[in-house]
DNA sequence: AACAAAAAACAGTCATGTTTGTTTTTTAAG
DNA sequence: CTTAAAAAACAAACATGACTGTTTTTTGTT
């Protein structure tokens, strides 16, 4: 699923029929459908990788034909556009939800973050970022998204801990730390790089780090 | 070059001879051509993927005919099951010269070992590694590769610093510490994950964060 | 009957493995 | 020293298989 230059509408014909007549039970049935491919592409690309993900295996895993599965993205490209806007979604929805559990504690915070990338969704999208960086096409769609994301995460973490406003230099470095970090370590963990009873030390040694470094407890040292 | 799972010699028919009656004039050639397939495609790997290197690629990059290219390697796996341990090899002679270059000061390691994978070598063996989580036969190969260069890269380490010998257990706290924020950093630089300018701060956390974890200066505080 | 969804059939492209042919180097006999 | 046979290096062509995009046919709703 080479991703071609092409452009491409990625909504099916029956999609600007919904938004003009309100959904009908087609159109539902249509963005079930949808759906359902996109999880399958997920799915997949987890399974065997993007490079070894194609058409008549997405539409197998979906339990479609390819033909209908081509009915609603006409394009393998147009499959795969959806499906990283949709786990870019997914990244922000998720982190989202870690901020509101973590009401200023490093701890947990550290800790929801690492259970994140556990999920099948952290593995795709590494792939799809890898991928990107010899698929120029791709790396158009997602490297928007990677400063956003970036970007939604700073503005979240700066909101949950206020005592770092002072200090915006520091802020960043704590930020890229912890990214780097867990990031770091589940990719590892992925390629079997470091060994997995060393996971839990080092998340603990990110969150001493990380109160190390906020200005209020710099601040009881002196 | 999808790797299949055939069992193949990966030496031509001339290296006995060779062997046997010294380095004839072809014998030479016959390695000098090898060594150059083997240098495409990593030069390949790095510009196009893993995923769209193929044999026709790697033959132009080489400047050869596809025949001639299955003349030394019968076969893509073959070629790429050789590039692996060369890549392998590489790093390991890589990393025994940032360790002689070190001598007991932990900032030129860190810098030391930062550079080496900003080199080519680097990006290849990440692409394999994680093409790896989706193909059997490679994972076959480079498992015991990644175990083998972490058990040197500890030992070698231990042997810098004597100082760390009586506290395993933080030491190998250290070295996955530096692997992995290292490595993780190189990976999030690929995907343009993380600014580019966070990378000197970023090292220099770490070389602190190695002093504070070293017996001698932990007793210190004491 | 009209139209969307689903399935099937078709043609083009490209990488792979295999086979066959050509040139150059080595070996060794005359 | 010359030269013929053998082996290795290199090149080109062929057949197969798989994925892609496109087009046509069937099924099922409204």
Chains 1, 2 share one sequence.
């Not at 539409?59 to 990283?84: P, Q, V």
């Not at 704590?174 to 963990?189: D, K, P, R, V």
Request: glycine share 4%.
């Amino acid at each position: 699923m080479a991703l071609a230059s092409g452009r491409s509408a990625s909504a099916p014909r029956s999609a600007k029929t919904a938004s003009v007549n309100g959904p009908t039970q087609q159109s539902l049935k249509s963005a079930q459908t949808r759906a359902r491919l996109i999880d399958a592409t997920i799915r997949c690309i987890v399974k065997f990788g993007y490079a070894n993900t194609t058409t008549p295996q997405v539409a197998a895993e979906a339990g479609l034909s390819r033909g209908a599965m081509l009915h609603h993205f006409e394009n393998g490209s147009a499959l795969i556009k959806a499906t990283i806007v949709e786990l870019h979604e997914k990244r922000l929805r998720a982190f989202r939800r870690a901020a509101e559990i973590t009401e200023h504690e490093p701890a947990t915070m550290v800790n929801t973050y690492w259970r994140q990338l556990q999920k099948p969704a952290f593995v795709a999208f590494h792939e799809l970022a890898l991928a990107a960086r010899t698929n120029a096409d791709l790396a158009r769609i997602l490297q928007p998204l990677q400063l956003e994301f970036r970007q939604k995460f700073n503005s979240q973490a700066v909101l949950l801990f206020p005592e770092w406003q002072d200090d915006p230099v520091s802020f960043e470095l704590a930020m890229t730390l912890s990214q780097t970090m867990i990031e770091g370590m589940a990719i590892n963990l992925l390629t079997s790089a470091i060994d997995e009873t060393m996971v839990d030390p080092m998340l603990r040694l990110l969150e001493q780090q990380i109160r190390l470094m906020k200005p209020a407890n710099r601040d009881q040292s002196r």
